[in-house]
């Protein structure tokens, strides 16, 4: 995820003078909702990242030990922290969330830290750490499951936090047209333009490099959907935002 956004120039994410039921039996107005919107929405980011920061050390760990013949913490790692067919088949389900967290390259972590930290505090404090979260992890789920659609016929692992960023940012897009952003902190535009450009260029990978190259390209893609999905999803059932 190379498009980074350091701040908002547009009104309140929150939408103003506008109430709306939420369902009752929804995970959003449980007790939950109001134990994790009392996490502070920056340092909710900031143990995501730090998270992804630890998982990364521990490929780091888990590739020296490999290279002194012990495979087993690599092995792990492929099976618990990356989400791919075989994967789901052997029940690991929970590879679709934790994948999320997951980075071996030193460049892929430390542009998905960078979007993270530009972008998504502004967004986690304004909607509250639940909500956001809900957006994340879907984001996560999608991206990994269009992933394994779009790369079906190829030996195809996904991992990454770039398809959960990606829902972050179409879900805020959705939320309010008018948010503009500091493209890589200097040029100012509109979010919704920047989305548009970002799954344009990822459609344009994901068709020339399925099933190869370092960059998930159909996980950005599934991340883009699954964020726009969430908010329809969430306005069709009447849930606050």
């Known amino acids: 995820m190379s498009v980074l956004a350091q701040a908002f120039t547009g009104p309140s994410l929150i939408r103003s003078g506008q109430q709306q039921n939420a369902v009752a039996l929804s995970l959003l107005e449980t007790p939950i909702r109001g134990r994790l919107d009392r996490i502070n929405g920056n340092w909710l980011v900031y143990g995501i990242i730090g998270i992804n920061v630890g998982v990364w050390v521990a490929f780091l760990a888990a590739r020296a030990s490999y290279e002194t013949g012990d495979a087993r913490p690599l092995r792990w790692l492929f099976n618990n922290m990356t989400c791919s067919a075989e994967n789901l088949k052997q029940g690991r389900v929970w590879t679709l969330i934790t994948s999320a967290f997951a980075h071996q390259a030193m460049e892929h972590i430390f542009m998905n830290s960078l979007g993270l930290w530009m972008f998504c505090p502004a967004v986690a404090t304004s909607i ?105 999803l969430r306005r069709r059932l009447g849930m606050r935002f």
């Not at 394994?148 to 936090?161: D, K, M, T, V």
């Open 128 to 232: 509250g750490a639940a909500s956001f979260l809900q957006v994340y992890l879907a984001g996560a789920i999608g991206c990994d499951l269009f992933s394994l659609w779009w790369n079906q016929h190829y030996n195809y692992r996904s991992l990454g936090a770039s398809g959960a960023l990606c829902a972050i940012m179409s879900f805020t897009a959705c939320l309010n047209p008018r948010a503009s952003v500091l493209l890589y902190g200097i040029v100012p535009m509109p979010l919704y333009g920047v989305v548009i450009g970002i799954f344009l260029y990822d459609l344009y990978g994901a068709r020339n490099s399925s099933g190869g190259g370092k960059t998930d390209f159909a996980g950005h893609l599934g991340g883009t959907l699954t964020g726009i999905g969430v908010y329809f």
